[in-house]
């Protein structure tokens, strides 16, 4: 985990001259705006986002207090496409491909907290829309996802919509039923 400054020109200082602005750009960690090119992610946590091969490619940002939004990731870039990507996959394969099973859950801190916690299984789809790319992508290492997120109001809706689109994968679905108010987070 790291941490962005809450400035609008740390990363661009410490990276600039290294990588160049305009890569920093291309890779969604700097933003051209009208005034110019500031830092895409201030005062967030940052979860590092890794490929299977355990490369970094991507960041997801959660904002301390009521800053929004809450979460932020990186932008679609040569190396990452959102949509085609669970996190903490490349953590998570081998342990998921054994169990021929994954836990599904909505967020960084479930996957890290349910890893912790010996379910080496965990993935996120990084928010709540689970894609087609992201089920066939599962797909190719388990027969089976157990849908694991919020018991809210969104995570209820979602949980329906994700099983649809498990199931045209050709996988098997289970939703785990949560306490309310309960997530996978604070259930470990």
């Known amino acids: 985990l790291g941490y962005a400054l809450p400035g609008w020109d740390h990363a661009k200082r410490a990276f600039g001259a290294r990588y160049g602005i305009e890569k920093l750009v291309e890779l969604?960690?700097?933003?051209?705006?009208?005034?110019?090119?500031?830092?895409?992610?201030?005062?967030?946590t940052i979860?590092?986002?890794?490929?299977?091969?355990?490369?970094?490619?991507?960041?997801?940002?959660r904002a301390f207090g009521d800053e929004q939004p809450k979460y932020l990731n990186s932008p679609t870039?040569?190396?990452?496409?959102?949509?085609?990507m669970l996190y903490g996959l490349s953590w998570a394969r081998d342990a998921?491909?054994?169990?021929?099973?994954?836990?599904l859950v909505e967020g960084y801190t479930d996957v890290l907290t349910l890893h912790q916690a010996g379910i080496e299984n965990a993935v996120c789809s990084m928010g709540t829309a689970l894609t087609q790319g992201q089920a066939d992508l599962l797909g190719r290492f388990v027969e089976e996802v157990v849908i694991a997120y919020d018991r809210d109001a969104a995570g209820s809706a979602a949980s329906v919509r994700g099983m649809q689109?498990?199931?045209?994968?050709?996988?098997?679905?289970?939703?785990?039923?949560?306490?309310?108010?309960?997530?996978?987070?604070?259930?470990?």
């Open 96 to 103: 998921a491909r054994q169990a021929k099973a994954a836990v």
């Open 28 to 44: 969604g960690v700097l933003v051209e705006g009208e005034k110019g090119t500031y830092d895409r992610f201030r005062d967030r």
């Open 77 to 84: 870039t040569p190396l990452f496409d959102k949509g085609r």
């Open 47 to 61: 979860f590092p986002i890794y490929d299977l091969s355990g490369r970094p490619i991507a960041f997801g940002g």
């Open 165 to 188: 689109v498990l199931r045209d994968s050709g996988l098997s679905v289970r939703v785990a039923q949560l306490a309310q108010g309960e997530d996978p987070d604070s259930l470990v």
